[in-house]
């Protein structure tokens, strides 16, 4: 994929987040991808942090939409390359500190294949 095709892919991650649209944001993921989060060992211990297929992440994410329902992501930066992106972003939640955050999204065929999310 071209960095462009890379940046897009990042750029719609990013409105369905904001827009809480849950099926946006399942259509960019393959059926079978990989998420890990830090915040997946806090709210699901027994994931370990790592979850997979879609079913899983769609339990995840409308449980943090409907936890944090002012959840927004402000766009820092993008790095994309062969296969991946690196975004940086500001996680924001009424109520909570901002977050700074970087993820990767590994894409193969035009889908998200696994994403890793950093944090402190």
């Known amino acids: 994929m071209t960095n462009n095709e890379l940046n897009r892919i ?3 991650w990013f409105e369905a987040f904001n827009q809480h649209d849950l099926e ?3 259509a ?3 059926n079978n991808a990989e998420h890990y989060s830090p ?3 806090i709210y699901q211990p027994h994931t370990l942090g790592l979850i997979k297929g879609k079913a899983a992440l769609r339990e995840w994410w409308q449980d943090a939409f409907n ?3 002012t959840l927004q992501y402000k766009v820092i930066h993008l790095i994309a390359h062969e296969n991946r992106v690196f975004m940086e972003y500001i996680r924001k939640a009424e109520g909570e500190e901002d977050l700074r955050v970087g993820e990767t999204l590994e894409v193969n065929d035009g889908l998200i ?3 890793r999310v950093y944090h402190s």
Do not use: M, Q
């Open 113 to 115: 294949i696994a994403s």
């Open 28 to 30: 960019l993921y393959d």
């Open 39 to 41: 915040k997946l060992k």
């Open 67 to 69: 936890r944090l329902p």
């Open 10 to 12: 990042a750029l719609d």
């Open 24 to 26: 946006k944001l399942l």
